[in-house]
């Protein structure tokens, strides 16, 4: 069974550019959810999708944005890229939002560096 | 007061050792619980869920306080594959989100 699949894996972007990162849930999970991890520190949550509709969303400014699709892949968008925006940025699918039981399983990431 | 607060560690334990990770939460509202192991430049992978009662998998012993407000995870006979950071990991339904701690770093040594 293929896992939770992250595209692209690496990134290099200029300040004031704008980047989009894909993700691919686990089959039959509904949920997603995007994270960004700064070096030393845990994940942060930035939103949750179910049934393509937004759950959830974190403490991130509005140059932030995502979107579901029909098949629950999902997008994340980054307008007006800062030096700050460097991260791992993390994708997870759970069958459900709450995750009782299953947890959320994570991608490997886009490691997202702005220069 | 964060969230979510674990001791970042490091804890360098010898193989065989017992070690324990504490956790606290300040979200009395928060429905589901779990511990997550990260390695360096990985992703998050699900170690266990936690639930009240308390449950086990192998060498490893998680328990839930609710009053408290506390959350613990048990390793007995630490192997040096143990090594890697262990985040606490909350998830609170009002903002269908999952609150991480800063996790804590294991190192396991011969």
């Known amino acids: 069974d293929a896992g939770v699949t992250q595209s692209p894996t690496h990134l290099i972007k200029t300040r004031g550019q704008q980047v989009t990162l894909r993700c691919s849930p686990i089959?039959?999970?509904?949920?997603v959810s995007w994270y960004q991890q700064v070096l030393g520190q845990g994940p942060q949550f930035i939103f949750q999708?179910?049934?393509?509709?937004?759950?959830g969303r974190g403490n991130f400014p509005d140059r932030f944005s995502a979107r579901q699709f029909p098949n629950y892949s999902s997008e994340l968008n980054v307008n007006a890229l800062l030096l700050g925006d460097s991260a791992l940025y993390l994708c997870a699918s759970s069958p459900t939002p709450q995750g009782t039981g299953y947890g959320y399983t994570f991608g490997s990431g886009t490691r997202l560096t702005v220069v | 007061r964060k969230e979510v607060e674990q001791d970042p560690g490091p804890f360098n334990v010898p193989e065989g050792a017992t070690v324990a990770f504490n956790c606290t939460y300040s979200n009395s509202a928060s429905q589901s619980f779990f511990w997550y192991r990260q390695d360096c430049r990985k992703e998050p992978k699900l170690l266990m869920s936690v639930y009240s009662s308390g449950n086990e998998d192998g060498r490893f012993t998680a328990q839930l306080n609710r009053a408290s407000q506390y959350i613990s995870l048990l390793i007995r006979d630490s192997k040096l594959s143990d090594s890697a950071t262990y985040l606490c990991v909350v998830y609170t339904g009002g903002g269908n989100k999952l609150t991480f701690g800063t996790g804590t770093q294991l190192k396991v040594e011969l």
């Open positions: 089959s039959g999970h509904k949920s």
């Open positions: 999708y179910y049934e393509k509709e937004e759950r």
